[in-house]
């Protein structure tokens, strides 16, 4: 199983940025595709931005798209979230996630990190 732990979350005022780190350890190399998701209160927790293993693909919810990036460091185990132009409704607990290309659901999750946007 992997581990994984964020940090780099905050206050953060809107139109600001952020980026989230998510360090990967144990069975990393199973770890082909690495993801975040995020919970807002009262809501359900949904998918942020993913990256596969396989030539570096990356896939975004339409709710970040243009202005978020999603990046790996497989050297230093580490996954990025990088997000600009934050607004309110951006603010949630941010989760990575990790599974395998055999997995079909996300089999390692982190504890999650807050990001508040302050209006």
């Known amino acids: 199983q992997v581990q994984l732990v964020e940090s780099g979350g905050g206050l953060v005022q809107a139109g600001g940025s952020l980026r989230l780190s998510c360090t990967l350890s144990?069975?990393?190399?199973?770890?082909?595709?690495v993801g975040w998701f995020r919970q807002a209160p009262g809501k359900e927790r949904e998918f942020v931005a993913a990256?596969?293993?396989?030539?570096?693909?990356?896939d975004y919810a339409d709710a970040v798209e243009g202005r978020s990036t999603i990046s790996r460091d497989s050297a230093k185990n580490r996954a990025y979230l990088q997000i600009l132009s934050l607004k309110p409704e951006d603010t949630a607990v941010y989760y990575c996630?990790?599974?395998?290309?055999?997995?079909?659901?996300?089999?390692?999750w982190g504890q999650g990190t807050q990001v508040t946007v302050s209006s």
């Open positions: 996630a990790a599974r395998s290309f055999r997995e079909s659901t996300w089999s390692s």
């Open positions: 144990g069975r990393t190399f199973s770890a082909d595709v």
């Open positions: 990256i596969y293993s396989s030539g570096g693909s990356t």
